[in-house]
Each structure stands twice: as C-alpha cells, then as structure tokens.
C-alpha cells in the first residue's frame, strides 16, 4: 500500500473528507487530493498538521501502527497490574526468559574479589594472535 493511500485511510477513518482535511492541515482540496494519489509527497509541516488532527503518521510513511490494538493494550495493562509471580508465568508460557537476570552477561569474581562483567562465551575456536593484555607498567624501584 502507498503513502498516498494510506493517507487517504487515516482521512477516512477520521471522518473526514478531502476539503475538510486540508483545511486542518493548512493547504488546498487540491493538494490533498494530489498526495492522496501519490502524485505528490506531504511535507513535515503536513504531517505535522495531519499529526494534531489525529492522523497515525507513522503509519502513513512507514505502514506501522504507533498505537496498540485493544487486544495488546489489554494484554500489556494485564501483565503490568500482574504480581512477579504471573508475570514470571506469563513470559514462560510465551517462551521468554523468566526475568531479566536471566538474559543478563554473566559477572565472574575471582579470589581478591575483583569482578569481570563482560565476559564471552563460545564453542568455536577463536584467533587470539593480535590479542594483547596490559597488566599495568613497571613499578619504580624505591631509591
């Protein structure tokens, strides 16, 4: 689907018609009808307008709806009002880690409890000839 067309849906689902349309959006019944065409771009001040006028236009330029159906409004007010416990199920049902944590890098501490946070983990066998580790300089010998 065009911009063109999806331009003139939003129109219509808003009720309104053509001259109606340009009139909140500061140009002609012509120009609108041109761009519903798509025998002419809108500009920013347009869709600037269209936007106060109640216009998705997000959905418009790039076909995705900004706003939430009913359906996943629900669904997200749902699992907000929801204690840990159900959430925890609700992402598991949907096979999603369980929390946050879990997808979190791993934290290694060594013995001085010193503690690396980003730490690689693989299988394959990796090139290591240009890896270079700075232990620090040389400590001055006290005179």
Same mark, same amino acid.
């Given at each position: ?7 003139? *849906? %939003? ?8 001259? *109606? ?13 041109? =761009? %519903?065409?798509?025998? $002419? ?8 307008? /269209?936007?106060?006028?109640?216009? +998705? ?5 790039? *076909?995705?709806?900004? *706003? ?10 749902? =699992?907000?009002? /929801?204690?840990? %416990? ?10 999603? /880690?369980?929390?946050?944590? %879990? ?6 501490? =060594?013995? +001085? $409890? ?9 299988? /394959?066998?990796? $090139? ?16």
């Amino acid at each position: 689907m065009t911009v063109g067309k999806r331009l003139k *849906e %939003e129109r219509k689902r808003l009720r309104l018609t053509q001259q *109606e349309m340009a009139d909140a959006c500061g140009i002609s019944k012509w120009a609108q009808l041109y =761009f %519903e065409k798509d025998q $002419n771009m809108p500009g920013g001040a347009y869709l600037l307008a /269209a936007h106060a006028r109640g216009v +998705d236009i997000v959905y418009v330029l790039l *076909e995705h709806r900004m *706003e939430l159906d009913p359906s996943e409004a629900a669904l997200v007010a749902a =699992f907000r009002a /929801a204690p840990q %416990e159900m959430r925890a199920a609700m992402l598991d049902n949907l096979g999603l /880690a369980r929390n946050v944590s %879990e997808r979190a890098a791993p934290v290694v501490t =060594f013995n +001085d $409890n010193s503690r690396v946070g980003h730490m690689v983990t693989t299988t /394959a066998a990796i $090139n290591q000839s240009n890896m270079q580790i700075n232990m620090g300089g040389r400590k001055k010998k006290k005179s």
